[in-house]
T-cell receptor, first 111, second 114 residues
């Protein structure tokens, strides 16, 4: 079964520290991987999409890497701010068009 | 910037009642999706829709569920006879094409079945 796992489930860092969020998936045959942000009780905001042919994507303070052979992606958030506090979800498109989600990592950035 | 919209934002219903959740996808998008998130659980895929028909559905999407694109802008999810376990946040998403493109999500409809 194709699974997406995110560890840790929760993370607390002081403001200014870099965040490293991990995502692993069981099947290397993926179309793409998408990172989302979810605020409590809210919808999903797409942050970055990495195609299977790419190694990384960058947007502002965010950088996501993809290593298909080891089934891993990492989201880096540089110089974290209290406004970065949210749940970050990793979602993978395997051999179809639907997204398979991880359970998320809940981040708290302490001022 | 174009966005996916969903109505209502909250819906409370009695068990056994029918509900219709509405979505307006981004206008030039061709693929539409419904996902749900039960409180404290992962976001789960329900169904994808393209060219006026279902392209894929999960085992959750049984005969109680149906989807429709009644006009050129709306995309609806109907639950025929709601159960307590249907209580969840329901998200609509759309993408320009399937497979390799970003899916854009709406803000969700929180459904509570009593």
């Amino acid at each position: 079964k194709q699974e997406v796992t995110q560890i840790p489930a929760a993370l607390s860092v002081p403001e200014g520290e870099n965040l490293v969020l991990n995502c692993s998936f069981t099947d290397s045959a993926i179309y793409n991987l998408q990172w989302f942000r979810q605020d409590p009780g809210k919808g999903l905001t797409s942050l970055l999409l990495i195609q299977s042919s790419q190694r990384e994507q960058t947007s502002g303070r965010l950088n996501a890497s993809l290593d298909k052979s080891s089934g891993r992606s990492t989201l880096y958030i540089a110089a974290s701010q209290p406004g970065d506090s949210a749940t970050y979800l990793c979602a993978v498109t395997f051999n179809d068009y639907k997204l398979s989600f991880g359970a998320g990592t809940t981040v708290t950035v302490r001022a | 910037e174009p966005e996916v919209t969903q109505t209502p934002s909250h819906q409370v219903t009695q068990m056994g009642q029918e509900v219709i959740l509405r979505c307006v996808p981004i206008s030039n998008h061709l693929y539409f999706y419904w996902y749900r998130q039960i409180l404290g659980q992962k976001v789960e895929f329900l169904v994808s829709f393209y060219n006026n028909e279902i392209s894929e559905k999960s085992e959750i999407f049984d005969d109680q569920f149906s989807v429709e694109r009644p006009d050129g802008s709306n995309f609806t999810l109907k639950i025929r006879s709601t159960k307590l376990e249907d209580s969840a946040m329901y998200f609509c998403a759309s993408s320009v094409i399937g497979g390799g493109e970003t899916q854009y999500f709406g803000p969700g409809t929180r459904l509570l079945v009593l």
